[in-house]
RNA sequence: GACCCCAUCGUCUAACGGUCAGGACUCCGGAUUUUCAUUCCGGCAACACGGGUUCGAUUCCCGUUGGGGUCGCCA
């Protein structure tokens, strides 16, 4: 049978970057052995559960670039993908557990449970429910109940996990657990495994705070009469103080990864690489990925999110791309700083260009990027570097480039340095003595891109003016 | 607390009984450079501890310690 995986996100918030790290894994898997990778929507809490979740993180994992054969939104020959608009079959498989003996019903109140574990805490025992009803066979009228599946009293039950290994857990230690609860929904440990076997996934891939669960789930297999698919439970992301990643870490959502300028391939490259290594490579494009990455070579230990390393593959990545593409990847963040795009359509690769080499994030781009687009009257200079650069003889210098820029036909690169040179020459200077004043001139700032990337970004017109504006400033003509 | 899992530089990792324990991020030096950045060199830094097994353990086994996860009519 060909390989069929899942990823299975429950719609109660965004996609974080452990979903995202379990969905990729999955991904890779399937497109490495060309197998189904399967998109399912688990919506069993319907408190909880909103559509515009599961709209987000669709767009989410697209973002990312990963793809999916079968899902809510792409169909599919097993549809429906939403657990919600499954529970006949749920409610039918339920009633077929307990016709032939492996579940039955129990009508003990979630207070009397309750009470139950505060006792058997107290006492010092192990909370966990007692088979009160497993053998009373109790009938559909024996008021309000739940359905509980029947688990094994003796031996272990063994997991053979792709990442972590033999697992073997004593039988006594699982809880007979509720499949449908008291309202006829059905619970999530029954659906996952009622929709796994529907649904032909031969690998179940996902974090291993279900490792727990997986023992339960085989029995529900086994009660099923239906074939254990194979299992590999990848090891939690982590935050720098060790502990389970969570909110209070910063930001755990993709979108918020996306938002704040991390390419998606930076992103895809990193959380790959967490946990799992090829060699001394460290930067992968998804090709790459798709034929050296394996569930089965993932470390079975947790990994630290490292925002430092991410922003390191992130600065490579920008740094390797073409222009042309970065460009189009920075608009949005140019929008959002309240840049008037449309008005410098024609430089805004040179822009791009100028900023590539020195951008960790694309929102830290966009913000050096500030000064090509305010308009010359606004833009803000920093004292210090005025003080330092714009006085004296800096004037007659920046006014005599001022003049001989205005004059130029070919407004780029070889033509500005062939001009700069020229003047350079002529005034027996080094660059350094006319750099610094023309950035601190065209930037307002003392640091910034090279000489003809500003000149480039910036085009003839705004150059000159901002030119002669600060020789004025400088050295106001006599 | 019970059960399950994990354990190499600060972090991500390589090593699959014999290595000066390698690479990357961070950090610190130096070089290049029109500033900053980039780039390029160089440096600091690890086998958690204790027992075994073995001619020989980072590597295999056991224990200890430490960390994480799970113990719901949440998923």
Redesign the pocket.
């Known amino acids: 049978m060909s390989l069929r995986v899942r990823f299975a996100p429950?719609p109660t918030g965004h996609l974080h970057i452990g979903g995202a790290r379990t969905a990729l894994s999955n991904f890779l898997e399937a497109r490495r052995e060309g197998g189904i990778f399967v998109l399912r929507i688990?919506d069993?809490?319907p408190e909880?559960s909103k559509r515009e979740h599961e709209e987000q993180i669709l767009r989410d994992l697209a973002w990312l670039g990963l793809r999916w054969e079968e899902g809510p939104d792409v169909g599919g020959p097993f549809a429906p993908y939403r657990q919600s608009e499954r529970y006949d079959r749920y409610r039918a498989v339920a009633e077929d557990l307990l016709a032939r003996g492996h579940a039955y019903r129990c009508n003990?109140?979630?207070e009397e449970?309750d009470a139950l574990?505060a006792a058997q805490t107290a006492a010092g025992e192990?909370?966990?429910?007692d088979r009160r009803n497993r053998e009373a066979n109790l009938g559909p009228d024996c008021g309000?109940h739940?359905i509980r599946v029947k688990m094994p009293i003796e031996g272990v039950t063994v997991l053979d996990d792709l990442i972590?290994?033999r697992?073997?857990?004593?039988n006594e230690?699982l809880?007979d657990?509720?499949i449908i609860?008291?309202?006829g929904t059905p619970?999530?440990?029954f659906v996952v495994v009622v929709d796994d076997h529907d649904m032909g996934i031969t690998l179940v891939a996902r974090g291993?705070?279900?490792?727990?669960?997986t023992p339960k789930q085989i029995h529900i297999y086994h009660a099923m009469g239906a074939e254990v698919p194979r299992f590999a439970h990848l090891p939690?992301i982590?935050g720098p103080d060790?502990?389970?990643l969570s909110k209070r870490h910063g930001d755990t959502s993709l979108g918020s990864y996306r938002d704040m300028g991390i390419l998606a391939e930076a992103m895809l490259n990193y959380l790959a690489?967490?946990?799992?290594?090829h060699?001394?490579q460290?930067v992968f494009t998804e090709a790459e990925l798709i034929s050296l990455f394996r569930l089965q070579d993932v470390?079975?230990?947790?990994?630290?999110w490292?925002m430092?390393?991410l922003k390191?593959l992130n600065q490579?990545w920008i740094?390797g791309m073409a222009p042309a593409e970065l460009t189009h990847r920075c608009l949005p963040f140019f929008e959002a700083q309240g840049y008037a795009v449309a008005e410098h359509q024609d430089r805004l690769v040179h822009i791009v260009s100028a900023l590539q080499?020195?951008s960790p994030t694309l929102v830290d781009l966009a913000s050096q990027a500030r000064f090509f687009f305010v308009p010359d009257a606004e833009l803000s200079f920093d004292e210090a570097a005025v003080g330092k650069h714009l006085k004296g003889e800096a004037g007659t210098l920046l006014r005599s480039l001022a003049a001989r820029l205005a004059a130029l036909s070919d407004w780029s690169e070889p033509a500005l340095s062939a001009a700069c040179e020229a003047l350079l020459a002529e005034l027996g200077l080094k660059?350094?003595k006319l750099?610094?004043p023309v950035?601190v001139a065209l930037t307002g700032q003392?640091?910034?891109?090279?000489?003809?990337e500003m000149l480039l970004g910036l085009g003839q017109a705004r150059s000159v003016a901002r030119l002669e504006a600060a020789a004025a400033k400088a050295n106001p003509p006599g």
């Open positions: 429950s688990e069993t809490d909880r003990a109140s979630s449970l574990r192990d909370p966990r429910y309000p739940v972590k290994g697992i073997e857990i004593p230690k809880d657990l509720v609860r008291s309202d619970t999530y440990n291993d705070d279900h490792v727990n669960n939690m982590l060790g502990s389970r690489r967490l946990g799992w290594s060699g001394d460290e470390g079975s230990s947790g990994a630290r490292d430092d390393k390191w490579t740094q080499k020195r660059m350094g750099a610094q950035r003392g640091v910034g891109p090279g000489l003809y």
